[in-house]
T-cell receptor, first 116, second 117 residues
Framework: GAVVSQHPSWVICKSGTSVKIECRSL??????MFWYRQFPKQSLMLMAT?????????EQGVEKDKFLINHASLTLSTLTVTSAHPEDSSFYIC????????????FGDGTRLSIL | AQKITQTQPGMFVQEKEAVTLDCTYD???????LFWYKQPSSGEMIFLIY??????QNATEGRYSLNFQKARKSANLVISASQLGDSAMYFC??????????????FGSGTRLQVQP
């Protein structure tokens, strides 16, 4: 199988705090990882594409200085929400895929972020 | 234009009956993939079924089947013999340029399915 582990699963913190979310591919190497955000009762919206060893590609409207992405190895990508505010409260979910064409994406279980 | 359209915000179905969840898509790529995911209230995304644009036969996975009509650009999910545990949000998704393998999934707005006893 292909397992993606995301940690933490739930974060509650005060406004102004920076929060780091980890996404790990446990049993495969992921050259590409994707970060999505999902507001309540809405669909998943792609935030950025994370490529190992290079800068992430951010979608239009996503602040790269706000959402720092680091993909330092073939099994780990991190998303850091810097100086989080209540409007950043959301469900963040990552996915990873093996290299090569026609490979499916495997999702982590998501992180619920609540900023007070 | 939206790439993935799910026109049913919510659906009800009786237990043991079949239900069809609609999905239409828009792309000019020749090589693309269509996916269905289930998202229960706990939040995780559960992969259900995949259809490649070059696949001539409709995909099936257990109680799930995908009614792929390429000319109409539709990829409806059929769940047979619904179970109470099928109650969840269902998302249709597409990945373009499947042969390059670099694109992310684009998701539809989802359909909330409720199975009634």
């Amino acid at each position: 199988g292909a397992v993606v582990s995301q940690h933490p699963s739930w974060v509650i913190c005060k406004s102004g705090t920076s929060v780091k979310i980890e996404c790990r591919s446990l049993d495969f190497q992921a050259t590409t990882m994707f970060w999505y955000r999902q507001f309540p009762k809405q669909s998943l919206m792609l935030m950025a594409t994370s490529n190992e060893g290079s800068k992430a590609t951010y979608e239009q409207g996503v602040e790269k200085d706000k959402f720092l992405i680091n993909h330092a190895s073939l099994t780990l990508s991190t998303l850091t929400v810097t100086s989080a505010h209540p409007e950043d409260s959301s469900f963040y979910i990552c996915s990873a895929r093996k290299s090569g064409a026609y490979q499916p994406q495997h999702f982590g279980d998501g992180t619920r972020l609540s900023i007070l | 234009a939206q790439k993935i359209t799910q026109t049913q915000p919510g659906m009800f179905v009786q237990e043991k009956e079949a239900v069809t969840l609609d999905c239409t898509y828009d792309t000019s790529d020749q090589s693309y993939g269509l996916f269905w995911y289930k998202q229960p209230s706990s939040g995780e995304m559960i992969f259900l079924i995949y259809q490649g644009s070059y696949d001539e036969q409709n995909a099936t996975e257990g109680r799930y089947s995908l009614n792929f009509q390429k000319a109409r650009k539709s990829a409806n999910l059929v769940i047979s013999a619904s179970q109470l545990g099928d109650s969840a949000m269902y998302f249709c998704a597409m990945r373009e340029a499947m042969d390059t393998g670099r694109r992310a999934l684009t998701f539809g707005s989802g359909t909330r399915l409720q199975v009634q006893p």
